[in-house]
């Protein structure tokens, strides 16, 4: 299934696909098309995966903030 990890700013988004690259997961930058204020300049990460969870955990445990998931 396709996710989107709302990330709010670039830089965290690149770090975010930096990591997921490293361990062989593809990943991609994208933006939202109408963020809210609380999305930030609205980056996300785009990533198909069937263990959503257990990303979200390995990404926190490396200090990247995740603000919000959707699934697209």
């Known amino acids: 299934m396709l996710y989107e990890l ?3 700013t670039l ?9 997921l690259k490293k361990q062989g997961i593809k990943a991609y930058i994208g933006r939202l ?13 785009r990533v198909n995966t069937d ?3 257990a990303i ?3 990404l926190k445990r490396n ?3 995740i603000s919000g998931v959707d699934s697209a």
Request: glycine share 12%.
């Open 6 to 8: 709302k990330t709010g």
């Open 33 to 45: 098309k109408n963020p809210k204020k609380e999305d930030g300049c609205g980056y996300t990460v």
């Open 11 to 19: 830089t965290r988004a690149q770090r975010c696909v930096n990591i």
């Open 51 to 53: 263990n959503i969870s």
């Open 63 to 65: 200090g990247v903030e």
């Open 56 to 58: 979200i955990t390995f």
